[in-house]
C-alpha cells in the first residue's frame, strides 16, 4: 500500500472542490465531508441523509476505534451539506451507489475517485485517507495545536500525529534544503 500524503496547497484543496462540483455533486460533497470532519473513508461512507439534517454536531462511533466521537458540523460544510440533501429521503445514503440503490459507494470506488481528481492535478499520493490528513494538515496549520489533532485523532503520542499529516517531513524538508556550507 502506498502512503497518501495530505494536500497542503490549499489553492489545490480548492481546485480540487470545484472539479469535482463540476463533475459530480456527490463526490464534491464526500471530499468537503472529508475535509472538514477529519474521518476516515469507512466512516463517511455509511452517513445517511437523517444523520445530518437538521443537525448542528455529528456524533459517531468509530468502526476502527470503536470510540465515540462528536463535533459540531463546520458552517461551511453545513451549507454544503443542506443544499446537497435537500431533495433527498432520510433513509438515503449521503453518498449513494448509482447501481445499488441501497447502497453507498465502496472504499474503492472513493479511491478511484479521489485518486483520478488528484492526478488532474498532478498529485499522485492521493487516497482515501487523503481527506483525513489535509483535515489534519490544515487545521494544525491554522492552530498550531498538535495536542488537540492528537485528541482528535485518538493517537497515543504527539509525533504520531505530526508524522501523520506530513509536518514533521515538512521539517525535514526545510532543514535539508536550508543547510549550507558556505560562508
Known amino acids: 500500500m ?13 481546485d480540487i472542490a470545484d472539479y469535482l462540483k463540476e463533475r459530480n455533486r456527490r463526490d464534491y460533497v464526500m471530499f468537503m465531508f472529508g475535509i472538514y470532519s477529519g474521518l476516515r473513508i469507512c466512516d463517511i461512507l455509511q452517513f445517511r441523509v437523517r444523520d445530518v439534517r437538521d443537525k448542528d454536531h455529528i456524533s459517531r462511533r468509530e468502526k ?60 499522485d499520493s492521493i487516497g482515501t485517507h487523503t481527506l483525513r490528513k489535509t483535515f489534519g494538515y490544515h487545521l494544525y496549520k491554522q492552530t498550531n495545536d498538535a495536542a488537540l489533532l492528537m485528541d482528535i485523532f485518538n493517537h497515543s503520542d504527539i509525533h504520531i500525529t505530526l508524522r501523520y499529516i506530513g509536518v514533521n517531513q515538512d521539517c525535514k524538508d526545510k532543514a535539508y534544503n536550508n543547510l549550507s556550507f558556505k560562508r
Open 2 to 14: 502506498n502512503t497518501v500524503e495530505p494536500i497542503r496547497d490549499i489553492e489545490v484543496v480548492l
Open 64 to 123: 476502527k476505534t470503536q470510540k465515540e466521537k462528536r463535533f459540531p458540523i463546520n458552517r461551511e460544510l453545513k451549507k454544503i451539506l443542506n443544499e446537497y440533501i435537500a431533495d433527498k429521503k432520510d433513509y438515503e445514503f449521503l453518498f449513494k451507489n448509482p447501481h445499488e440503490p441501497n447502497k453507498a459507494i465502496t472504499r474503492q470506488q472513493a479511491y478511484n475517485i479521489l485518486s483520478a481528481a488528484g492526478k488532474q492535478f498532478g498529485l
